[in-house]
């Protein structure tokens, strides 16, 4: 498939995990990409990655969490691709503690990364995306959104944030050509659930060692596979930003194997 022919897309959290197979992706399937990454270390391995399509790819190190970079980091972005019709918002990171054990900085900075990362990117696309071609923006909530994920209140805080943020932008902007879409992973192998990132710092859910694992009983893929790799996410991700997801806006799509039926 070439979904992506012709199309311009700018994905944030490029360096590994599920940004970084989401690049690969639309660059499979014909796209323009430039991958965001705080880490330079995370965006060389997917160039390496890239392979034959890596003359598609422009790489920008850019941390969504602070306002400067992520202005500069977009406005680079747009000037390589000379315009934007897709955004991506997959950085993110992931803390586990026990809530009255979490220091107002530990919670400030997830919501930081993760909610108002997220806010920042959009914000500085939006006047690209409204230039752009069938413009779609598709950001990461998570499962834990919407269910119990014990000892991650500040992570589910979050995403919660980004799953409400994304109803009203699409609503904002359905009439100004910009879909907002927002995927819910679940049970999905990555730098940022099996504690390695491509920066080489621990991004995992590092649970307390006293943690209950009773807790976490339900939290199982329904369908016995076990954990799914990221590319499963970024297949998804690739539909609702192409052409095949065209009436799909102010929504979200949970991606977790059953995990929460």
């Known amino acids: 498939m070439n979904r992506y022919e012709g199309r311009r897309a700018l994905i944030t959290g ?22 965001a990454d705080v880490s330079e270390r995370g965006l060389k391995d997917t160039v390496e990655k890239a392979g034959a399509h890596a003359g598609r790819l422009t790489t920008v190190v850019l941390d969504v969490a602070d306002e400067t970079s992520a202005r500069e980091g977009v406005a680079a972005a747009v000037a390589a691709l000379g315009g ?44 690209a995306l ?14 834990s959104a919407q269910f119990a994920h014990p000892y991650m209140a500040a992570y589910a805080a979050s995403k919660g944030g980004i799953q409400s943020m994304t109803h009203a932008l ?26 390695s990132g491509a920066s080489g710092q621990s991004t995992g859910p590092g649970l307390p060692e006293d943690a209950d694992m009773t807790l976490f009983a ?9 954990f799914a790799g990221p590319e499963t996410v970024a297949s998804v991700v690739a539909m609702l930003a192409s052409a095949d997801g065209k009436f799909v806006t102010g929504t979200e799509i949970r991606i977790d194997g059953g995990t929460h039926f």
């Open 170 to 195: 699409a609503a904002e902007y359905a009439k100004r050509g910009i879909r907002f879409t927002a995927v819910q992973p679940g049970s999905i192998s990555s730098g940022m659930t099996d504690g």
């Open 218 to 226: 339900k939290l199982s893929p329904a369908l016995g596979q076990g």
């Open 84 to 127: 934007l019709d897709v955004l991506v918002n997959a950085a993110g990171i992931l803390r586990s503690a026990h809530t009255h054990e979490t220091s107002l900085a530990d919670f400030t900075r997830i919501l930081q990364v993760n909610l108002v990362g997220t806010f920042l990117a959009i914000r500085e696309s939006i006047p």
């Open 130 to 143: 409204l230039a752009g071609r069938d413009a779609a923006v598709v950001n990461f909530s998570s499962t």
């Open 14 to 35: 490029g360096g590994s995990g599920i940004g970084q197979a989401t690049v690969l992706r639309l660059l499979a399937e014909g796209g323009t990409v430039v991958a």
